[in-house]
């Protein structure tokens, strides 16, 4: 950590990526293994961040059926026939133990017009064409809007959308913390990668210690 990367508690969103159901649960098209075994964690970061009234932002994914805006790997699938994460689709929706009332459905029309769904006071739902969640999206203003100089970010599938958007997040100078217990499909070696480009990687109690101020012990043990 420097003065330019240290992260700072009071002014961070929380971020989580593509903790949907097609992409968690158990024989779901896109099954992540793991994902359902960090959603408590993410939970409990969720409760933190509601609590302390501070931005949350869901990003997810959303194919439509004809294949028009899915990526090139997955294109042939969703062409062939494969219904993965289509709007509307209870498979598309977040699962129900992250969410602020799980009486909540995502507004797919609204998400794929690049509109942000308010789920809660401080809490919205973003669609995400590509891995990385800034990528042909507005979020860098969106969080800029709201004070956000630090991104939180938990979710699903590290090497591929957790990742990219870390990057993403620290080529627009955002600090960066990966809680990365909390990150399906973390591995040590990606771990040691982001720490080299000034990212805080913490254990998800790590982190809730850090975000209620328990800071300076947190980050000499990380340095």
Partial sequence: MNPYTEPHPETAGLLTIDVQRDFSLPGAPLEIPGTLD????????????????????????LYHEDGSNVDPVRRDAVESGVRMAAPGSDGAELLDELKADPALRLDASALLRSEFQRLA?????????????????????????????????AGCNFPNCPRTTIYESSERDFRVVAVVDAISGSYDRGIHELRNIGVLALTTDECLAWFAGERLSVQKGRT
């Fill in 38 to 61: 960090v959603a408590p964690r993410i939970g409990r970061l969720l409760d933190a961040f509601r609590a302390a009234g501070q931005p949350i932002v869901h990003a997810v994914r």
């Fill in 121 to 153: 006071e401080n809490e919205f739902v973003m669609y995400k064409p590509r891995w990385g969640a800034f990528y042909g999206t507005s979020l860098e203003a969106f969080l800029r809007e709201r004070g956000v100089d630090t991104i939180v970010l």
